[in-house]
């Protein structure tokens, strides 16, 4: 018989060869796994699907930068995929990243995720939010920017006196912008703009705005009309002044990213490790965009976007959101987090404007129906 004494060492020898034997579990991308408490797989859908509103960009540097560079491009479906990379270690599942805007028709995120559940996370404005939470209402669990970019721009040659968007109001200059937009019901219900002032005729070209020579105002985003205005489009170059929607009093969270209310609960395992890992890449995009940018201007030109995007655009939308300051609006240090009463005071400025569509508000619709923090890691900071 063998003693207990004798036997410990020789186990202790045996762990130590089986450990050194072992390989560790691969991903989908190739890598090892990251350690269980990372790792997403069991606990997200095998592939997780985002719903944006638009084509690749930088505004949304820190969810891409979860494909990494193992990506492949479906130019047909207009879909980004490949493993979903914790800092570049393979969480176990799949990152399907699914084109908005043109390609779906300008169709709404909530009303296609409504429709196909096989979508995760749809990229969603509180205010659409709002709108919508009687039809198709979401919960919005991570916010890649604190502020709107959304601005009403203008030619500093012809208004070199307009400091806001109450400014333009006080003159009666054509403000141009894309019709159902609902910051520009708020502008005009609040005052700040006139009725007989507001064109929602604006398809996104620049004709009007260069035909006009700037006489007019436009809507725009100022994460990339001045970088286009100014160095790509030949019939101009020149600068452009703005003013940002947000600090006219309208505090959107722009483009969250939200699940279905009714998936909140099934969805909350996954979210709880999911939501850290968009916080950490997010701020590790801040702070290093090279990669990403580079790998966004790849994206867009496979998916025939249509248009042109180039690093310098994309770094020049990352240098605007540090220096307008959209991705912390100071509040708070937190990565991704929300202001449960802004989103309170949005709601009960979109009720009287809903309320004249005839779409009413829900009945006692408050701002944690709309946003949470449950799944944010307060820890995370930028």
């Not at 914790?86 to 990152?95: A, E």
């Not at 806001?164 to 910051?183: E, F, L, M, P, Q």
């Not at 809507?219 to 009309?225: D, K, S």
């Amino acid at each position: 018989m063998v003693s207990a004494r004798r036997a410990s060492p020789l186990l202790a020898l045996s762990v130590l060869l089986l450990a050194a034997c072992t390989t560790p579990d691969a991903g989908q991308g190739g890598e090892p796994l990251p350690p269980a408490a990372e790792s997403l797989r069991g606990t997200c859908p095998d592939t997780v699907v985002v719903q944006m509103n638009w084509f690749p960009q930088a505004e949304h540097g820190g969810l891409y930068r979860l494909l990494g560079s193992g990506f492949t491009v479906d130019g047909q479906r207009k879909a980004v995929e490949g493993p979903l990379l914790d800092d570049g270690r393979d969480t176990g599942v799949r990152l399907q990243v699914r084109a908005g805007g043109p390609v779906t028709g300008f169709q709404r995120v909530s009303a296609l995720m409504a429709a196909d559940p096989s979508i995760t996370l749809g990229s969603i404005a509180t205010d659409e939010a709002v709108q919508e939470a009687g039809t198709f209402p979401t919960t919005a669990v991570f916010a890649p920017l604190d502020k709107s970019p959304q601005m009403i721009m203008w030619s500093k040659e012809h208004h070199p006196d307009w400091e806001s968007i109450a400014d333009i109001g006080r003159t009666d200059t054509t403000v141009v912008y894309a019709n159902g937009a609902s910051y520009m019901d708020y502008l005009v219900q609040s005052g700040q703009l006139k009725q007989a002032q507001v064109d929602g005729s604006y398809d996104g070209a620049p004709a009007r705005f260069v035909s006009a020579d700037g006489a007019i105002a436009q809507q725009g985003y100022a994460t990339n009309e001045p970088y286009r205005y100014e160095r790509e489009i030949d019939a101009w170059k020149r600068p452009v002044d703005f003013a940002l929607v947000h600090d006219s009093g309208y505090p959107i969270y722009p483009e969250t990213l939200a699940v279905s209310s009714a998936e909140v609960e099934r969805l909350s395992p996954c979210l709880t490790k999911l939501v850290p890992i968009l916080q950490r890449s997010t701020r590790a995009y801040s702070a290093e965009p090279k990669e990403t940018n580079e790998a966004l201007v790849r994206m867009v030109s496979e998916l025939n976007a249509g248009t042109v995007y180039s690093v310098a655009r994309a770094e020049y939308a990352g240098e605007q959101i540090r220096g307008l300051g959209l991705g912390n609006d100071g509040v708070t240090p937190t990565v991704g987090d929300f202001d449960q009463a802004r989103v309170a005071k949005l709601v009960e400025d979109l009720k009287p404007l809903q309320e004249a569509k005839r779409r009413a508000v829900p009945a006692g619709l408050k701002a944690e129906d709309l946003v949470s923090n449950a799944f944010v890691d307060p820890t995370i900071a930028w």
